[in-house]
């Protein structure tokens, strides 16, 4: 997998006009990203809407093929692996990735809620932003 070398800024999973923030999607997977996004793919199809409705998963989707918004067990492994990680990223004055900032992820708990991480495991509410980073798997 490959991280993406620029953050994709603080956005919400899904807006508050979506029909996917008020109930589950089905995006439950912890370890697969690209999994989730089929799901809400799937979902925002079947309810006949558009992807501007949900901002994490479109600017994800805007950077190309293969690019997803990443399941909470990824973006863990990418906040335990930031220094690693970073040394690329500055190769490519790119945006280094904070312990500080609260990274979103697009695995969903509960009814209403989506997975966010700040080492903690904390829970945000969807229409709540949170900083985005892709990933592409090759």
């Given at each position: 997998?490959?991280v993406?070398n620029?953050?994709?800024?603080?956005?919400?999973?899904?807006?508050?006009?979506?029909?996917?923030r008020?109930?589950?999607?089905g995006a439950?997977d912890t370890?697969?990203?690209?999994v989730?996004m089929?799901i809400?793919?799937?979902?925002v199809?079947d309810?006949?809407?558009s992807?501007?409705?949900?901002?994490?998963?479109?600017?994800?989707?805007?950077?190309g093929?293969?690019?997803?918004y990443?399941?909470i067990?990824?973006?863990?492994?990418?906040k335990k692996?930031?220094?690693?990680i970073n040394?690329?990223?500055?190769?490519k004055?790119?945006?280094?990735?904070?312990?500080?900032?609260?990274?979103?992820?697009?695995?969903?708990?509960?009814?209403?809620?989506?997975?966010?991480y700040?080492g903690?495991g904390?829970f945000?509410?969807?229409?709540?932003p949170a900083e985005?980073?892709?990933v592409?798997?090759?």
């Amino acid at each position: 997998r490959v991280v993406a070398n620029k953050t994709l800024g603080q956005l919400s999973w899904g807006d508050v006009r979506s029909k996917g923030r008020t109930v589950i999607v089905g995006a439950k997977d912890t370890i697969n990203g690209a999994v989730n996004m089929e799901i809400v793919k799937a979902f925002v199809e079947d309810k006949g809407e558009s992807w501007s409705l949900y901002p994490s998963f479109q600017a994800c989707l805007d950077l190309g093929k293969g690019w997803y918004y990443p399941a909470i067990k990824e973006i863990e492994t990418i906040k335990k692996y930031r220094v690693d990680i970073n040394v690329n990223i500055a190769n490519k004055s790119g945006d280094l990735i904070s312990d500080e900032l609260v990274y979103g992820s697009s695995t969903e708990r509960g009814t209403s809620r989506v997975t966010d991480y700040r080492g903690t495991g904390e829970f945000i509410d969807k229409d709540s932003p949170a900083e985005v980073r892709a990933v592409r798997a090759y």
